[in-house]
T-cell receptor, first 113, second 113 residues
Framework: ETGVTQTPRHLVMGMTNKKSLKCEQH?????MYWYKQSAKKPLELMFV???????ENNSVPSRFSPECPNSSHLFLHLHTLQPEDSALYLC????????????FGPGTRLTVL | KQEVTQIPAALSVPEGENLVLNCSFT??????LQWFRQDPGKGLTSLLL???SQREQTSGRLNASLDKSSGRSTLYIAASQPGDSATYLC????????????WGLGTSLAVNP
C-alpha cells in the first residue's frame, strides 16, 4: 500500500451504533488530520495529531472521538451520531503540522440513518 | 479572519481550451497556498504547493501563480482534456503559529469532448 489509505470506504449506521473509521499513512509523516466534507461547505478540520499528540480539536462534538496510537495510524470512533453527521470523512497526513503539504486518503462516505 | 473564495463555482469548456481558475484570500499574511483536485466521491489529490516566497509553480500542463499583495492565486490548465474534469480546491495556510488550512468551496470543471 502506498500513500494514505482509509477503511471502510462506505459506512451506513444507525444513530445508536458505534463504529470506527481507520486511516493509515505509508509516507513516514509525523502529522495526521481528520476532515469533514459536507455538500456546499468548505472542508472542516476536525482534529490534528502531531507525533501522536492531539494539537488541535476544532470544537468537535464528543460523539466523535479520535485516537492516534502511532504516527502511522489514526482512528475516528463514532457513537450516537446524528443524521447531519452524514458526510465524507477525509484523513490526511503531512511531514509536520505547521504548514507542510498535506496528502489525502480516498475518504469514508458515512450515512447516518 | 482568513477567507478563501474561488470563482467561478462551475465551469464547462470544450476539450483543448486553455483555462484559468481563480482563488482569492482576504489576509495576505500566508505561509503557503495549495491547489488540490477532487474527483466525484473521492479524496483530494495535491496538485501544486506555492510557498509565500514563490510566485509560481508548474507541473506538466498546470501552472499556479501567487500574488500575495493582491490576495490572489490562479491555476492555469493548458490544452484541457476530458480527464481534467473534477473539482479544483484552493487552500491557504496562514503565517504564524497556527498554519491550519483555510479552504475555498472549489471550482467544478467539466471538459467536454
Amino acid at each position: 500500500e502506498t500513500g494514505v489509505t482509509q477503511t471502510p470506504r462506505h459506512l451506513v449506521m444507525g444513530m445508536t451504533n458505534k463504529k470506527s473509521l481507520k486511516c493509515e499513512q505509508h509516507l513516514g509523516h509525523n502529522a495526521m488530520y481528520w476532515y469533514k466534507q459536507s455538500a456546499k461547505k468548505p472542508l472542516e478540520l476536525m482534529f490534528v495529531y502531531s507525533l501522536e499528540e492531539r494539537v488541535e480539536n476544532n470544537s468537535v462534538p464528543s460523539r466523535f472521538s479520535p485516537e492516534c496510537p502511532n504516527s502511522s495510524h489514526l482512528f475516528l470512533h463514532l457513537h450516537t451520531l446524528q443524521p447531519e453527521d452524514s458526510a465524507l470523512y477525509l484523513c490526511a497526513s503531512s511531514q509536520d503540522h505547521i504548514g507542510s503539504g498535506q496528502f489525502f486518503g480516498p475518504g469514508t462516505r458515512l450515512t447516518v440513518l | 479572519k482568513q477567507e478563501v473564495t474561488q470563482i467561478p463555482a462551475a465551469l464547462s469548456v470544450p476539450e483543448g481550451e486553455n483555462l484559468v481558475l481563480n482563488c482569492s484570500f482576504t489576509d495576505s499574511a500566508i505561509y503557503n497556498l495549495q491547489w488540490f483536485r477532487q474527483d466525484p466521491g473521492k479524496g483530494l489529490t495535491s496538485l501544486l504547493l506555492i510557498q509565500s516566497s514563490q510566485r509560481e509553480q508548474t507541473s506538466g500542463r498546470l501552472n499556479a501563480s501567487l500574488d500575495k499583495s493582491s490576495g490572489r492565486s490562479t491555476l492555469y490548465i493548458a490544452a484541457s482534456q476530458p480527464g481534467d474534469s473534477a473539482t479544483y480546491l484552493c487552500a491557504v495556510a496562514n503565517a504564524g503559529n497556527n498554519r491550519k488550512l483555510i479552504w475555498g468551496l472549489g471550482t467544478s470543471l467539466a471538459v467536454n469532448p
